[in-house]
């Protein structure tokens, strides 16, 4: 989704979230879903959603490597609204402990989707 210099990359780390400069200590760390900024040496920033996944920081370089990653302005908030009251109410229908576990799994990435598309909102007024 992006390959090139950045001068701040901010990643929705499992610890937290994490920004990360340019001669970071090197670290690897599991992330969870969320939003994805980055600057570029023009300071234009650039947003995606990330779901679970890796990061590899390096020195000089920041790899991760996510399940799904997806442009801010591909987001689609009514959509994320109704996959989350679908999930709802799957989960209020007393599902199997395999699929509560699923549903659940799916309930988190849609907030944490929501949180995003909210993020994306807040920080566009500014």
Known sequence: MYSGPATQVVVPAKAGEMCILARHAPLLASIRPGLLRLKNPFEEEQELFVTSGFMEVQPHSVTILADTAVRSRDLDEAAARAALERTRSALAAQPSPADYDRLKAE????????????QIRRHSKR
Do not use: P
């Open 107 to 118: 309930l988190n990435m849609e907030l944490a989707l929501l949180r995003a598309i909210d």
